[in-house]
Nanobody, 126 residues
Framework: QVQLVESGGGSVQAGGSLRLSCAASGSTYRMYSMAWFRQVPGKEREGVAGIYTGGSSTYYADSVKGRFTISVDNAKNTLYLQMNSLKPEDTAMYYC???????????????????WGQGTQVTVSS
């Protein structure tokens, strides 16, 4: 079992930046793939960015390509999401997830993950 704790959310004006962190503990050797998701009330959870912890392969939703960057520090067992040029439509609760199957076709699918953090709210005002 992996425990995940997100931080770094907050309120920012459009065009601003935030960096989310996700600290992992427990059976971290299982974290083959990790990802960030977001969800707004009444909508399905959306995959934002995913990464393989053992390499450099990253995957992004089209809506965030060129603005968001996912990275992982294996020494610190911490996942990051650098968010630049934020837009009001980026407003959501952001969740990190770990212990995915490693299938690149499912890396942004919430059904592929067994472990989730509690979420951190990001609010972007226009």
């Amino acid at each position: 079992q992996v425990q995940l704790v997100e931080s770094g959310g907050g309120s920012v004006q459009a065009g601003g930046s935030l960096r989310l962190s996700c600290a992992a503990s427990g059976s971290t050797y299982r974290m083959y793939s990790m990802a960030w998701f977001r969800q707004v009330p009444g909508k399905e959870r959306e995959g934002v960015a995913g990464i393989y912890t053992g390499g450099s392969s990253t995957y992004y939703a089209d809506s965030v390509k060129g603005r968001f960057t996912i990275s992982v520090d294996n020494a610190k067992n911490t996942l990051y999401l650098q968010m630049n040029s934020l837009k009001p439509e980026d407003t959501a609760m952001y969740y990190c997830a770990a212990d995915g199957s490693g299938d690149y076709q499912r890396i942004l699918s919430p059904d592929d993950y067994k472990n989730w953090g509690q979420g951190t709210q990001v609010t972007v005002s226009s």
